[in-house]
């Protein structure tokens, strides 16, 4: 080399060297960096920060290397401002020759390319590239774990405050452990130790997986709804005990009506097919609310809840069945009062048309009668009946018509 391209050699080196050590400072001072250090890491994480200290061990060894040539050429220059030509290959020795011991002498597999070094020294070039490759590697692993938390640790902390406010609540409910949420909070525990202590095997193709914390975030939800709604309940306890007893008296009295109103269909209609009408319905729902009345006296507001909520579904479904007793009953007998009025009405029609007293009609009127206002009445009989007589007065009413 030239003592120009001495000069220029050494003045990038120096400057490739400041470089180098900021980079190197700048990731050994990272949060990431700092985080790992000082975590109790386990499994994957644990293995491979282990392999990045590693590496970073040996990426400051060999800078140091590095330094020490850079300052036996630096000062070998400065020692002969006119080196002769044995110091001008020394010199071209050190900037361009293998100069730089490897530390711990052979270089890893590893670290070796197809072409590249496997002897204890390299040129200043080839320790640069090598410190590159380490320093690339160092530094994925700390974006890669820094991510990971960066993505995991704050839902994980807000779902664990999420757990504390619900269990708070459900202790205050009951005074007693609620099971499903224990099981999520051991879920949770175990899921936090995984996210705290080892962040990196929950990365799944570079992005961070929140499959398990949604889960439990989800579930953890819907107990926190359940629960505060035990805890509306528990508040609202007296309106919603009066609308329930409410509606068992509005069963009790469809009950009530459905029974006379059956009794009365037996009565009114012939072979009516009807099944008995419910009995004691309301009484046992009034059981039940005085049962939950004991919860609510032990404090087991939770348990109460769940029982509550299937009162109210067997209040209503009670008072439909009951309803639907009582339309089968009157709809016998509101078919009749139907068939009965349309009667009335034809007879009506006629007497407009002038033919009330046609003798064909005059029978079918009185038939149609007969079997409406007997006891009790043959409905297919009586429906018969009537449509003979429309049948007939419609006949008279063409021939009016044709008359006319």
């Given at each position: 080399m030239s003592r120009e391209g001495v000069d220029h050699a050494l003045r990038g080196l120096r400057e490739n060297r400041d470089r180098i050590s900021s980079s190197l400072l700048d990731l050994d001072g990272h949060q990431g960096s700092r985080l790992l250090d000082g975590a109790r890491l386990t499994g994957e994480t644990w293995r491979r920060w282990e392999d990045a200290k590693s590496r970073m061990t040996t990426l400051w060894a060999l800078f140091d290397a590095y330094q020490c040539v850079l300052d036996e050429a630096t000062a070998l220059r400065?020692?002969?401002?006119?080196p002769d030509a044995e110091t001008m290959v020394a010199l071209s020795?050190?900037?361009?020759?293998?100069?730089?011991?490897?530390?711990?002498g052979e270089?890893?597999?590893?670290?070796?390319?197809?072409l590249g070094p496997s002897e204890r020294r390299v040129t200043l070039d080839e320790a640069v590239t090598m410190m590159s490759d380490a320093y690339a590697f160092v530094a994925g692993e700390i974006a890669a774990a820094d991510s990971a938390w960066t993505a995991l640790l704050l839902p994980m902390e807000e779902v664990e405050e999420s757990w504390r406010e619900t269990a708070l609540l459900a202790h205050s409910l009951d005074g007693t452990r609620h099971p499903e949420l224990d099981r999520v909070g051991r879920e949770l525990t175990a899921l936090g130790r995984i996210v705290r202590t080892d962040p990196l095997s929950l990365v799944r193709d570079g992005r961070p997986d929140t499959t398990r914390l949604d889960r439990v975030r989800a579930t953890l939800t819907a107990l926190g709804d359940e629960l505060a709604g035990v805890a509306r309940m528990r508040d609202d306890y007296d309106a919603l005990v009066a609308q329930v007893t409410a509606a068992i008296e509005e069963i009790e009295g469809t009950e009530r009506r459905a029974r006379e109103t059956h009794a009365t269909a037996l009565t009114k209609i012939q072979a009516p097919n009807l099944?008995?009408?419910?009995?004691?319905?309301?009484?046992?729902?009034?059981?039940?609310?005085?049962?939950?009345?004991?919860?609510r006296e032990a404090g087991r507001w939770v348990e109460m809840a769940g029982r509550f909520a299937e009162l109210e579904r067997a209040a209503d479904e009670a008072l439909e069945r009951v309803r639907g007793d009582l339309r089968l009953s009157a709809g016998l007998l509101d078919r009749r009062g139907e068939l009965r009025g349309r009667l009335e009405a034809y007879r009506a029609k006629a007497a407009r048309l002038g033919v009330v007293e046609d003798e064909r009609l005059t029978e079918l009127y009185g038939e149609a009668r007969d079997v409406l206002w007997t006891a009790p009445c043959d409905l297919r009989?009586?429906?018969?009946?009537?449509?003979?007589?429309?049948?007939?007065?419609?006949a008279c009413e063409n021939e009016t018509g044709t008359r006319r």
């Open positions: 400065d020692e002969t401002p006119r020795g050190l900037l361009c020759g293998p100069s730089v011991e490897l530390p711990g270089i890893p597999l590893r670290d070796r390319t197809l099944p008995a009408p419910s009995r004691g319905l309301g009484t046992a729902l009034r059981d039940r609310l005085a049962a939950l009345e004991r919860l009989r009586a429906t018969t009946a009537l449509a003979e007589f429309q049948r007939a007065l419609r």
